[in-house]
């Protein structure tokens, strides 16, 4: 049994710690909100972002950060990617040299660039720091159907750790050493949700969306390749796996935020509708940033930029996406192949 601390009581928080408590640990799930720790110990639900899930009598809900973190076997941050860096600088001083951190939010800094991963390592340099990504609604951990997940950490030994806190029979883990490209496919994926989602509120059918998840997946690729990442991470579940997730599933915020961007909603009152943070929003500018800074063409990911900032409608952001360039359909194309 390991002792946990939970940073963070939205729905992905709240899900992992029902699985964590079911694996029979002991968990302290900590919010920053005082209503939403007065919530969930008298309700023991997450009423709000995880309807119809209780968390078990024997998970302790708080809003004591150093009780949160300090002495435990690991600590897992799980506030949404836009509060990571301030949330990370709050817990340093109860984090103890080696202590392991797992973060399992999704997202690039815009202000950096960084992934999750580096700017926790930055405001907490003594922690050992991993991730944890893929296909994982928290609506469906939480009433525990069944899903696989990937960690990712610099050691094979932290990594398996890990696997043997979460790991049941209806959450299987894998591990991987790819830290980078499993944050990369879980934060660029949700940009080409909200280009699915777009799509769909514009009334468009399967034909569409399955375009969009199989170019979308060429982008991320592309990039995440050009930044060190590998291409097997990209090909699996915290590639392709997240990305067919979060462009189809009725439970993605990006998705139904970009349906409503499709029926004519700006940016800001979709966001305000969907009620959560949206983290492909925030992604956004920065993917497309280093896909400047990498010179990697990025198509997809600039129209959902354009619809989201400047102003472009979504019809013409599909047109300008179905009538660019004539293109090959792979880098090598070889005619003279038998």
Known sequence: ??????????????????LLAQN?????????????????????????????????????VTGDLEASVKGMDLVVLAVPSVYIRSTAASCAPYVAKGQVVLNVAKGIEEATLMPMADVIEQEI?????????????????????????????????????????????????????????????????????????IADGLGYGDNTKAALITRGLAEITRLGIAMGGRAETFGGLTGMGDLIVTCASVHSRNRRAGYLIGQGYTCEQAMAEVKMVVEGVYSARAAIMLGRRYDVRLPIIEEVNAVLFEGRSAREAVSNLMLRDKRVAYPVVDWNRP
């Open 1 to 18: 049994m390991a002792k946990v601390g939970v940073i963070g009581a939205g729905g992905w928080g709240t899900a992992l710690s029902v």
């Open 125 to 197: 340099p003594q922690a050992d720091v991993a991730v944890m990504s893929g296909p994982t609604h928290a609506e469906e951990v939480g009433i525990g159907m069944p899903t696989t997940i990937v960690v990712g950490a610099k050691s094979r030994q932290t990594a398996a750790f890990i696997q043997n806190i979460f790991m049941n029979e209806r959450f299987r883990v894998y591990i991987s050493s790819d830290m980078l490209g499993i944050e990369l496919g879980g934060s660029l994926k949700n940009v080409v949700a909200l280009a699915a989602g």
């Open 24 to 60: 029979q640990h002991e968990v302290t799930l900590w919010s920053i909100v005082d209503a939403e720790v007065q919530m969930l110990n008298e309700y023991r639900e997450q009423k709000e972002k995880l309807p119809g899930v209780i968390l078990p009598e024997s998970v302790q």
